[in-house]
């Protein structure tokens, strides 16, 4: 786990220093850069060492004939079988982890080699003969990767935006676009960035770049979806089992401590008793909490007892850290590290978990990501799945339970508030098709609430965008049916824009890498085909309930889904009150330009009435101020830990 950056095109002196400069906090353990004046090429690498710890493995990392360099940011899991592969063509290996073995099979198999590796990964393999430049994303986008093209001819790369915004003349010109969808679903959707001349590689691509000719990108890989289904349940419910066991044990792999995220809710559960089944000697386990009285507005299901029930039973040692309203303090220096104004204050509780683990000396930390997205788990699943059958019902009266929905309140403090909230939230998108009603309910604010807060010259700019747009042109691009395509966009965008990336830049930014076990690439191939029933019926991820039985405390199994984040609904309306009065004056959003005062002050009154909930629009709102002001206004500096 590193961060890589480069770029090729007019050689600039000093520029590749810079951008690895800009995200060393991913290179604790060392920096190289790989630089060629006559071939206009850069490459730089910064290490944070968890496979063979020695000099041997240190990056850049050349062919022994010379040929290829190789800067790679990840883990290949399946390194061991692929290093015998190539043993037997008579490759040596003078170093013991996976980074040669990344280098090898490029020389030997080319760009198809990409297909065979089962990891996190991002690289950059830069050919000295043929001077082509080839980059990878893996499959399911655990690990970032940007790219620009400040000019005709020139390519930058890098795995954090601020490496970047290093080069001198690269436009950070906003993406009214993309913030949109940020104001909506706290990410950017597809290749999109909040920067217009910053793209992100998607999962499952590859790029290659020659001088004068224009970048080819590639898609190698994609969840086979639709591909026919499994059909012997019993046989999928025994290989279930072994796959989780098989993809947890290669996942342990280190030279260095492994621990665990343990929020208490099944996935991350599920993981921790699979590893503590194959480790034989203990490990730590990290959680987060927050009080009972920080939760009343937000009534959040509480993870923490359950954590703890499970590390007792295990004989495992839990490490906790308490969420108090003074961590927001840390908001400004956490959208630093984040690059963009993902909001979603989850990344606070992420990087303080991090920052715990790295404090007792552990390095990488198992994650429970993925499960929601590969199983089914999150709550609009289930009410995509319970709905369907109101296609036949009479668009009228759809319109007409939406309207009655609308009238009920949206932000009342209590357990009876929060059961109104989510009520609101299922009824008002009944009168909507199939496609946007769950885009919809995948959004944390509805669009109108989205347009009323945008300044006129924004909202002429935007003209009649929508965020559900490129959502909806990608989903229509995959010819997939159903609950297919709508898993399929969560894979594809909402999960590597969103959840991946604040835990990849949060565990990043304290020196720990985040390992995601249930996105293993032969476990995503194998429940990609599996039938409905098998994921959703009264409860969501039946098939991986019933995986867990016997592992987990059925108490842990049959609890409804609580979300990992922070009481930010309570910390919004009483305890930051002065930062929203702050960054959201009348001087300071006129300044701006980008939002409408009385729109943004009428929006925090409905919510402090308890009429409407639009405190996540706060969030994001005070998040993409933070941001403009330290990635539009002003030189991005690096980030301390």
Known sequence: MCGIAGYAGPFLPGLATRMNAAQVHRGPDGQGIFEDPTADIALGHGRLAILDLTPAAAQPMHSPDGRYVLVFNGEIYNFPDLRRDLTAK??????????????????????????????????ALWDRRDRELLLARDPLGVKPLYYAEPAPGQLLFASEIKALLQHPHLSREPDFIALQQHLAYCHAADHRTALKAVKRLPPGRWIRWRIDQPLTIQRYWTPPFDQEPLAD???????????????????????????????????????????????????DCFTVAYSSADNRLDRAAEDLPHARALAQQLGLPLREIELHPQVADLWPKLIGHLDEPLADPAAIACYLICQLARQHGVKVLLSGQGGDELFCGYPRYQVFHATAGLERWPHGLRRMIAGLGAHLPGAREGRFGAQLRRARRVLVELGQPAATRFLNLCANTPQDAISRIWSPAVREALHTATFRDDDEQHIAATGLQGLAALQERDLAIYLPNHNLNYTDKMSMATGVEARVPLLDLELVNTVTRYPYAWLLGRTTKVLLREAARGLVPDSIIDRPKAGFGAPYRKWLRYDLAEMWQDLTSESAVNARGWFDYRALQDARARSQSGQQDLYMLQWAVLTMELWARQFIDQPVQEHSQ
């Open 90 to 123: 008579g490759h040596l290996f003078t170093s013991t982890g996976d980074t040669e073995v990344l280098l090898h099979g490029l020389m030997e198999y080319g760009s198809v080699f990409i297909e065979r590796l089962n990891g996190i990964f991002a690289f």
């Open 233 to 283: 349940r019993q046989n999928a419910l025994t290989d279930l089992r072994a796959q989780l066991q098989a993809a947890t044990h290669r996942q342990m792999t280190a030279d260095v401590p492994v621990g665990m995220f343990l929020s208490g809710g099944l996935d991350s559960s599920l993981i921790t008793a699979l590893a503590a089944r194959d480790a034989g000697l203990g490990f």
